[in-house]
């Protein structure tokens, strides 16, 4: 497989100006469904990167009931996960950050499945994957654009392997014959399958983004962009590269690569979108 270095010059017309008249209804929906007891972090991470991303109503549907609202972004709605499945379009749904694995985790997974809105899975929602051959098969019955985003490790057990053996490239094309949708293979040189099998490697990026918390805002910058309009495999190109790029900055500005936090990332790679794209014309 050939993997095609991603150029940014080819995002600059992807999200066009916003016209004078805008509301925020224009820049559709986002809804992120995880946050078990113990790690609503995720979920806010991710929540947080699609609003600074321009999408126009982002929800929280949290498995912790505790967690009512976000003190440090409470422009961010909540509501049960069984109350996000009907947004309206455009609209993406984000499971996995922080899901866990219980039967609860497995029930809101399936109905997430069933929905007609994109959906962009992640972290344990990609190792429920993984363990139920029914989930699977319900992919293959999905008429919306789904979006994998798993970190080698994930991508193993969606496999069936208990490591990685195989080249990056043949890992992608495996992870599309069983898997269908746009493919996001995470880690130094991130790939990117679409839908139709053509094949990216993102050249930004940098080590000080292996922390914690990455993969939730890349999983929240994604789903913006598809909620503002973009098809799967260009949001994910975009997002990606844009992740990457906020990465690199940082290093720049603080002179390294130790302490480059997530939080952080999503903040700047707000600044890069503006800067790069027609979105603040």
């Known amino acids: 497989m050939h993997c095609t270095a991603l150029d940014p010059e080819t995002f600059r017309a992807w999200l066009p100006p916003r016209p004078d008249a805008s509301h925020k209804g224009d ?3 986002v809804a992120v469904l995880g946050g078990a007891p113990g790690m609503v972090g995720a979920l806010l991470l991710a929540a947080r990167a699609a609003l600074r991303l321009g999408a126009g109503r982002v929800w929280c549907a949290p498995l912790d009931p505790r967690l009512a609202i976000d003190p440090m972004q409470p422009e961010l709605m909540f509501a049960i996960p069984e109350a996000v ?11 996995g950050p922080g899901l866990g694995r219980t039967q609860t985790a497995r029930e809101i997974l399936q109905a997430a499945l069933g929905s ?7 972290a344990d929602a990609l190792n429920l994957l993984a363990e139920d051959a029914s989930m699977r098969a319900a992919l ?11 970190h080698p490790g994930e991508a193993a057990r969606m496999l069936g392997q208990t490591r990685l053996d195989s ?5 992608l094309a495996a992870l599309g014959e069983r898997y269908p949708g746009v493919i996001v293979l995470k880690g130094a040189g991130t790939l990117i399958q679409g839908a139709d099998g053509a094949c990216w490697r993102n050249p930004s990026g940098n080590p000080g983004l292996a922390a914690p918390g990455m993969g939730d805002t890349l999983a929240g910058i994604i789903a913006a962009l598809i909620a503002q309009g973009l098809n799967a495999e260009r949001a994910a190109c975009l997002g990606v590269w844009l992740h990457g790029a906020a990465g690199d900055a940082l290093r720049q500005e603080i002179g390294g690569m130790v302490g480059i936090t997530a939080g952080e990332v ?16």
């Open 27 to 29: 820049f559709g929906h």
């Open 85 to 95: 499945f009907d947004l309206p379009p455009p609209g993406c749904l984000v499971i």
């Open 116 to 122: 007609e809105l994109s959906l962009l899975i992640d």
């Open 140 to 150: 293959r019955k999905r008429i919306a654009a789904t979006v994998y985003t798993p």
């Open 167 to 171: 080249e990056r490239e043949a890992v």
């Open 266 to 281: 999503a903040i700047r790679a707000r600044q890069i979108l503006n800067r790069h794209c027609g979105a603040a014309d």
